[in-house]
């Protein structure tokens, strides 16, 4: 049975490194770390067939039998659900925008509207917390705020454009001070 016991420790191997880049991901949804994700869907599927090969090879020579040939191969294929379930959620985190707002003003706010892509409202952010909102990027769009503080009305533009599966991870701080427009 080494051959599938190689075929589970090649499948659980996979999956773990699979799943390593998909939380990595989640916490730095970057190109790079898509590009790292692709290149190693490309190189599994290439270990994986250079198995499948290796095992109709040592079958048709008589090595193995048919169980541990369909056992090897059955192993090694429970991993193609696995990618297709982390290719979607890839695909899923790149359609929204996870900001956290940092209240710096040095006073609490009532309101702050979000706008743009979604139209959602944090409300009672104290001064230095902070709320992370998710935001769907339905199109081509941008991001911007409006609040009180003080009686003054604030605008500021968080995200300037933002396309569809063009997901980030950022943070935004609202400061004592009006940036510059």
Do not use: H
Not at 42 to 64: D, P
Not at 82 to 110: C, E, H, P, Q
Not at 114 to 125: A, P, R, V
Not at 146 to 158: F, K, L, P, S
Request: aromatic letters at 14%.
């Amino acid at each position: 049975m080494p051959n599938f016991k190689f075929a589970a420790a090649l499948a659980i191997s996979l999956f773990i490194i699979g799943t390593g880049i998909l939380i990595w991901f989640y916490f730095n949804p970057s190109s790079f770390v898509a590009f790292v994700a692709y290149q190693f869907t490309i190189l599994a599927i290439i270990v994986n067939w250079i198995y499948a090969g290796v095992l109709l090879f040592n079958f048709l020579k008589a090595r193995i039998s048919i169980p541990v040939l369909l056992k090897s191969l059955g192993v090694t294929v429970l991993n193609i659900p696995v990618g297709i379930l982390y290719a979607y959620i890839m695909v899923w985190l790149l359609s929204y925008a996870r900001i956290t707002f940092k209240n710096s003003t040095g006073t609490d706010l009532g309101i702050i509207r979000i706008e743009g892509c979604q139209e959602k409202e944090i409300t009672d952010l104290k001064n230095d917390d902070s709320r992370t909102v998710w935001i769907k990027i339905p199109g081509d769009c941008a991001i911007t705020i409006a609040y009180d503080i003080n009686g003054e009305q604030r605008r500021e533009t968080v995200i300037g454009y933002l396309v569809p599966e063009g997901g980030i991870k950022a943070t935004f701080e609202l400061k004592k001070e009006v940036r510059s427009k």
